[in-house]
């Protein structure tokens, strides 16, 4: 028999409402615009690591739970609006366990004519009031990609081999085999293994300078091609936000979605349609821009020290 009662007490909820309304006081202060974005897409999506959760109607029709507001806000952006914000519910499929749920709470934002140093300073702040703990920002470490690589594991990311990757992580033939030579998934795989658990458990850690390879959404580096203006920022080992200083070219983004639908189509994954109208927002002029997604619950994870995300939410619609 399915429990109906809520999987986290009330004051959970209290946490979590003061949480938010610490976020969006940040945003109010800084003169960010609150906006709302559709849930349903016709289109799912390129990023080989994220599949969405298809949602069909009773007349035959098709369409796509969003798995995250990034393309409608940029498309916001190039029709002329300011810096803006959304904390909206996200779906992902095959997300779920202890720390990941199919639908979660996302904030995401943008900020006009800012780069990597200044989103990066943003998103701290943002942290750490939404923790309502500003001595974090006296406590930051910050490291580039390739830096954090070669000080925590040995590893230069640029000339390491698969096989130097996979020893790194202690891999037996069965996860080398189901791995093979996916070099990005084994850096994610040395990233969050080896290196991340040598981070301050009680403080914030900046990795940036994500190499090309992994840069999304991001604009390659100015100074290096090599690497990209992508960041993530840390709690512990815990990962609570990814930004970006936005590509901006249509060109090089059609190029991106072909690439990834491409690794889509190879390791078995469903393929679709790319999303045409940001392409079209992008060659109307999207403007110099940085982006960052973090997780509610990862965040309130954070504040509440918990592993579990069913300690943050009202129902995990586990069973």
Known sequence: ???????????????????????????????????????????AGTDPNIDALAVHTISGEQFFLHTSPEFCMKRLLADGYPDIYSICRVYRDSESGRQHLAEFTMIEWYRLGFGLADIIHDTTRLIADCLDKPSLLESTDTYNYRDAFLQFANIDVLDATDAELAACTNADSELRTVMGDDRDGWLDLVLATVIAPQ???????????????????????????????????????????????????????????????????????????????????LDSGLPDCAGVAVGVERLQMTLDRTDDIGDVVTFTNRR
């Open 1 to 43: 028999m399915s429990d109906w009662r809520p999987s986290s007490p009330v004051t959970a909820a209290r946490r979590r409402a003061a949480l938010l309304e610490r976020a969006r006081g940040y945003f109010a202060r800084e003169d960010v615009l609150a906006v709302d974005t559709p849930t349903l897409g016709e289109t």
């Open 199 to 281: 981070f301050a458990a009680d403080g914030l850690t900046v990795l940036q300078h994500y190499p090309a390879s992994m840069a999304a959404l991001a604009r390659r580096c100015p100074l290096d091609a090599r690497f990209a203006d992508r960041f993530e920022v840390f709690m512990g080992q815990r990962e609570l936000a990814n930004g970006y200083v936005e590509l901006t070219d249509a060109d090089e983004q059609r190029q991106r979605f072909a690439r990834e639908t491409e690794k889509r189509r190879q390791a078995g994954r469903d393929t679709g349609p790319i999303d045409e109208c940001l392409l079209q927002a």
